[in-house]
């Protein structure tokens, strides 16, 4: 049976911090890529995105299936640097919220970027997809969710014959929203988890969650890892690792770094 590889591209939430003391975890915004065979699937186009751009080509990949959280701006800045866009033999499927094509037009425009969607010679294609709906791209089933977040957000599983991965960024942990997410993430092998805060810095009504919240669901969903991510942008490497050294006392845990692959 063929591993799926996850690849970690960008770990930070709300803006890059390319310093010093954030490089070792990594100063990217969102952006995660889960290869199966000659498949990519890619989750947010955080900066992120950049580098695996630059990689995909290279291995000469053609098409590339993208599946937004939501627009939030961390998001989507990988877009303004993503040089699949100027190859006229890939193809680019984006799937998001009810509005995405809208949404993206605007942002590629005047005065915040000086190209729109027509001048990019890939193709590009918009799914628009209603959370709670399934789908498929290619063999894959892709089941989603909405998360608890201001303006909303999408979270996806993605489900193969035997695998399972989970992408919950951009959710606040409250008591509803954790008995929806154990029950959509239950048995699964990997969830992608939004650690934004640590438990004393939580904000409530911010639309992000805690480590701890996540290992909660792990055990209560029976999930197998858990990936942090989304880290706070105020979090440095030496702040980072002590949080790492306390949270992954819990064997399922894993905190995400630039430029690691997993294989589940
Ligand atoms: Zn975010
Ligand atoms: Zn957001």
Redesign the pocket.
């Known amino acids: 049976m063929q591993d799926w590889e996850v690849s970690i591209l960008g770990v930070r ?1 709300s803006v890059p911090v390319p310093s010093k003391e954030f490089m070792e975890y990594g100063g990217n915004t969102s952006c995660f890529s889960v290869k199966i065979e000659n498949h990519v699937i890619i989750f947010d186009m955080g900066t992120g995105l950049t580098v695996l751009g630059r990689e995909l080509i290279k291995q000469k990949i053609m098409r590339f299936d993208i599946l937004l ?2 627009l ?1 701006i ?2 989507l800045l990988g877009l303004f640097s993503f040089q699949p866009l100027f190859c006229p033999e890939i193809e680019i499927h984006l799937y998001g919220r009810i509005g995405l094509e809208g949404d993206i037009r605007k942002l590629l425009s005047p005065p915040w970027y000086p190209l729109g969607v027509e001048d990019f010679s890939a193709k590009i294609y918009f799914h628009e997809i209603e959370p709670e709906k399934n789908f498929y791209i290619d063999k894959f089933q892709v089941s989603t969710i909405k998360g608890n ?3 909303g ?1 999408i979270l996806y599983r993605l489900d193969g014959d035997v695998k399972s991965f989970v992408y919950a ?2 959710c606040e942990c409250d008591k509803k929203t954790f008995l929806r997410l154990s029950e959509f993430a239950c048995g699964s092998d990997l969830m992608v988890w939004d650690s934004y805060f640590i438990q004393e810095d939580f904000k409530k009504g911010w ?2 969650s805690t480590w701890k919240q996540g290992i909660e669901i792990v055990h209560d969903a029976d999930i197998e890892h858990i990936l942090m991510a989304h880290y706070n942008s105020d979090y440095t490497d030496a702040f980072l690792h002590e949080q790492e050294k306390i949270a992954c006392e819990d064997k399922s845990c894993i905190f995400s770094k630039e430029g690691m692959k997993l294989g589940i």
Request: glycine share 14%.
């Open positions: 939430g959280s939501h939030h961390d998001h977040h201001p303006d957000s960024l951009d639309g992000h």
